[in-house]
């Protein structure tokens, strides 16, 4: 069983840069499709990014995101760069093999972006 641990949140004004991490451990890291979503006050989750052996990313965050990944070390990153304060949200790392749903969750850390 895989657990996900997330860092890097924080306080930024809009058009700056957060990096945030997810540390994985339990489980053999490299089968694991990481990503990340999110969620709004009063919104639903959304899906941000996501890395297996490629990267996706929603349309809302192409080009200011990266996802990367580090299977040597178990962390996936997430590079956040001109952000926006609609990216203000509470940000997950969250795991699955193959083409099961995500049914391993971190915590989440906090990301505001202030105008």
């Known amino acids: 069983q895989v657990q996900l641990v997330e860092s890097g949140g924080g306080l930024v004004q809009a058009g700056g840069s957060l990096r945030l991490s997810c540390e994985a451990s339990?489980?053999?890291?490299?089968?694991?499709?990481i990503a990340w979503f999110r969620q709004a006050p009063g919104k639903e989750r959304e899906f941000v990014a996501a890395?297996?052996?490629?990267?996706s990313y929603a349309d809302s965050v192409r080009g200011r995101f990266t996802i990367s990944k580090d299977n040597a070390q178990n962390t996936v990153s997430l590079q956040m760069n001109d952000l926006k304060p609609e990216d203000t949200a509470v940000y997950y790392c969250?795991?699955?093999?193959?083409?099961?749903?995500?049914?391993?969750w971190g915590r989440g850390t906090q990301v505001t972006v202030s105008s």
């Open positions: 969250a795991a699955r093999q193959g083409i099961e749903a995500y049914n391993y």
């Open positions: 339990g489980g053999t890291f490299s089968r694991y499709t």
């Open positions: 890395i297996s052996w490629r990267a």
